[in-house]
T-cell receptor, first 113, second 114 residues
Framework: DQQVKQNSPSLSVQEGRISILNCDYTNSMFDYFLWYKKYPAEGPTFLISISSIKDKNEDGRFTVFLNKSAKHLSLHIVPSQPGDSAVYFCAASAVSGAQKLVFGQGTRLTINP | EPEVTQTPSHQVTQMGQEVILRCVPISNHLYFYWYRQILGQKVEFLVSFYNNEISEKSEIFDDQFSVERPDGSNFTLKIRSTKLEDSAMYFC????????????FGDGTRLSIL
C-alpha cells in the first residue's frame, strides 16, 4: 500500500535554517492532509493540517503547502530548533466516511546545533 | 490539554492467549480508532468506531479482533487468540465530530507475543 509516500527516510538540518519535509500521494479521493510528529515511546502528535480547498496553511513556525495537481505536500519548519528533532509522518484521509488515516513511512528529522 | 490515554504501556503475552488493550479517548470526542505499527513499518489503520458500532475496518481486523466501548469513557481492543505477528505498537486515536478534524493519539501499547 503506497498511497502515501515519504521518499526521504532521514533529513539533517542546521539549527536556525529551514527544514522541508515532502510527501506524495496517489489517491485522488484524499481531501484532508495532516502532519504528525513522533518522539520515541510516544504516540504521534498532531502538528498541522490542510484541506484540499487550500494550498497553504500556516501555524507559527510550521507551514504546510499542498499542490493538488502534483499530488504533493510539504511541511516547512522555520527556523528549525533542536526540539524539532523527531520522526515526522504525513497522513491523508477522505473527509467523507470513517476518515481513517493513511500514513507515510515517516522522515527522521535531525536538527544539528 | 486533554489527551488520549492507553494502558498498559507494555503487554507481554503468550501466543494463543487473549489480550485486551485499553484506551480512554478525549471526553468530547465521538470517533474512535485503533492503529498499529509493526516495528520498522508504517502506521496502519485497523478499525474505526462511531455511535457504538464499527464504521470501517481494514483487512487486518479479522475475526480475532473486536472492539468495545463498555462504558462512557473506555474503548477497548481485544485480540482473542494472539499470534506472533500481532507483536506491534497499538495506538488508539479519537476525534471530534465533523469534517476535517485531526485525530489525537495516545502513547500506545507495545504488545509482545512470545
Amino acid at each position: 500500500d503506497q498511497q502515501v509516500k515519504q521518499n526521504s527516510p532521514s533529513l539533517s538540518v542546521q539549527e536556525g535554517r529551514i527544514s522541508i519535509l515532502n510527501c506524495d500521494y496517489t489517491n485522488s479521493m484524499f481531501d484532508y492532509f495532516l502532519w504528525y510528529k513522533k518522539y520515541p515511546a510516544e504516540g504521534p502528535t498532531f502538528l498541522i493540517s490542510i484541506s484540499s480547498i487550500k494550498d497553504k496553511n500556516e501555524d507559527g513556525r510550521f507551514t504546510v503547502f499542498l499542490n493538488k495537481s502534483a499530488k504533493h505536500l510539504s511541511l516547512h519548519i522555520v527556523p528549525s530548533q533542536p526540539g524539532d528533532s523527531a520522526v515526522y509522518f504525513c497522513a491523508a484521509s477522505a473527509v467523507s466516511g470513517a476518515q481513517k488515516l493513511v500514513f507515510g513511512q515517516g522522515t527522521r528529522l535531525t536538527i544539528n546545533p | 490539554e486533554p489527551e488520549v490515554t492507553q494502558t498498559p504501556s507494555h503487554q507481554v503475552t503468550q501466543m494463543g492467549q487473549e489480550v485486551i488493550l485499553r484506551c480512554v479517548p478525549i471526553s468530547n470526542h465521538l470517533y474512535f480508532y485503533w492503529y498499529r505499527q509493526i516495528l520498522g513499518q508504517k502506521v496502519e489503520f485497523l478499525v474505526s468506531f462511531y455511535n457504538n458500532e464499527i464504521s470501517e475496518k481494514s483487512e487486518i481486523f479479522d475475526d480475532q479482533f473486536s472492539v468495545e466501548r463498555p462504558d462512557g469513557s473506555n474503548f477497548t481492543l481485544k485480540i482473542r487468540s494472539t499470534k506472533l505477528e500481532d507483536s506491534a505498537m497499538y495506538f488508539c486515536a479519537s476525534t471530534e465530530e465533523g469534517a476535517g478534524q485531526p485525530q489525537h493519539f495516545g502513547d500506545g501499547t507495545r504488545l509482545s507475543i512470545l
